[in-house]
Nanobody, 126 residues
Framework: QVQLMESGGGLVQTGGSLRLSCVASGRTYTTWTTAWFRRAPGREREFVAAIRWSAGNTYYSDSVKGRFTISKDSANDMVFLQMNNLEPEDTAIFYC???????????????????WGQGTQVAVFS
């Protein structure tokens, strides 16, 4: 069993930055892919970014590319999401998720992720 816990959310002004963290506990796999998704009020869950645990390949949604950076600390089973130049449209609950095995073209699909955290709230005000 795998447990995920997010932290780092908060309230920030437009143009500000936040760094989200996700720590995994329990059994881990080198084939993992870890991703961030978000759900804004009244909207569907949306893929944000993902990173391959072994090779470090990264993937981003078009809406965050150039502003957000996903990274990992393999020694401590942690993944981070550095969010810069935040906009009110980024307001959402951000979730960390892990897939045991997913192909490139399916990285952005939430259905392919096996474990989920409880989420951390990010609110951006103008």
């Amino acid at each position: 069993q795998v447990q995920l816990m997010e932290s780092g959310g908060g309230l920030v002004q437009t143009g500000g930055s936040l760094r989200l963290s996700c720590v995994a506990s329990g059994r881990t796999y080198t084939t993992w892919t870890t991703a961030w998704f978000r759900r804004a009020p009244g909207r569907e869950r949306e893929f944000v970014a993902a990173i391959r645990w072994s090779a470090g390949n990264t993937y981003y949604s078009d809406s965050v590319k150039g502003r957000f950076t996903i990274s990992k600390d393999s020694a401590n089973d942690m993944v981070f999401l550095q969010m810069n130049n935040l906009e009110p449209e980024d307001t959402a609950i951000f979730y960390c998720a892990v897939s045991r095995l997913v192909i490139d073209r399916a990285v952005s699909s939430a259905d392919n992720y096996d474990y989920w955290g409880q989420g951390t709230q990010v609110a951006v005000f103008s």
